[in-house]
C-alpha cells in the first residue's frame, strides 16, 4: 500500500484533485479529464501512476488508511488485533473522526472500498505472523470470513450514522458496536425485543 512519502508530486496533485471532484461527484461521474485539468496534468502523466478513475481512488482511499494500516502492522502480538481496546484505540477513532474524506467514502457508499483494504491488511498481517508450517491449517481461511462479516457489518453501521447526519455521539455508535459483536446479532436483537414485551 502506498503511503504519502512514496507519491511523487504528480501523483499527490491527482490524489488531492480527486477528493476534491469526489465531494461533489461520485467516481462514475468524474472523467479522467477532469481529473487532469483539476490536477493540472495531461492524461499521460494520469496514466502514467494510474490504470484508471477507480484505481486513483483506491489509492486514495489507501492513503487515507495508512495511519490505521501503520498502526496495525506495528502491534507485536497479533491477537492484540482481536481486543476491544485496540479497536477502540486504533480503528474505530478514526472512522468516526468525522474526517470529511472518510465521511465523503461513507455518504458515496463506497465503504466496500475501505472494507477491501482494511481486510486486506488484516490478512496480510495475519499470514505474516501465522507460525511456520501452519499456513496451510485452515485457520487463515477461518479468520478471513469472521473478518469478513465482522468489518462489513461494522462498515455498514457507521455508514448509516455518517449518512444519519452523525446524530449520535461517535462513541455511542463505538459502544453499540462493541455490544453486538460480544453478544451476537441474535442476542442483541432478541433483548432489544423482549424489552419491547415489558
Known amino acids: 500500500m502506498p503511503t504519502q512519502k512514496l507519491c511523487s508530486a504528480s501523483e499527490s496533485e ?26 493540472g496534468y495531461n492524461r499521460s502523466t494520469f496514466y502514467n501512476h494510474f490504470r484508471d478513475i477507480y484505481d486513483l481512488r483506491d489509492r486514495a482511499v489507501a492513503l487515507l488508511l495508512a495511519p490505521v494500516r501503520e498502526q496495525i502492522f506495528a502491534l507485536t502480538d497479533v491477537t492484540e488485533l482481536f481486543s476491544e481496546d485496540t479497536a477502540r484505540k486504533i480503528v474505530m477513532p478514526y472512522f468516526l473522526s468525522q474526517n470529511d474524506r472518510i465521511e465523503t467514502v461513507f455518504k458515496r457508499r463506497d465503504e466496500y472500498v475501505i472494507g477491501d483494504q482494511i481486510k486486506a491488511n488484516f490478512y496480510d498481517l495475519l499470514a505474516s505472523r501465522m507460525p511456520a508450517g501452519k499456513q496451510s491449517s485452515g485457520v487463515l481461511e477461518e479468520i478471513s470470513m469472521l473478518l469478513e462479516y465482522q468489518i462489513s457489518a461494522a462498515l455498514g453501521l457507521i455508514g448509516q450514522w455518517y449518512r444519519d447526519g452523525c446524530r449520535f455521539p461517535g462513541e455511542a455508535v463505538m459502544s453499540r458496536l462493541f455490544e453486538i459483536s460480544a453478544k451476537g446479532v441474535f442476542n442483541s436483537m432478541k433483548e432489544r425485543f423482549d424489552k419491547l414485551r415489558d
Not at 488531492?16 to 479529464?33: G, M, N
Open 14 to 39: 491527482f490524489i488531492t484533485a480527486f477528493w476534491q471532484l469526489y465531494k461533489k461527484d461520485s467516481t462514475e461521474k468524474i472523467p479522467v479529464s477532469r481529473i487532469c485539468r483539476a490536477a
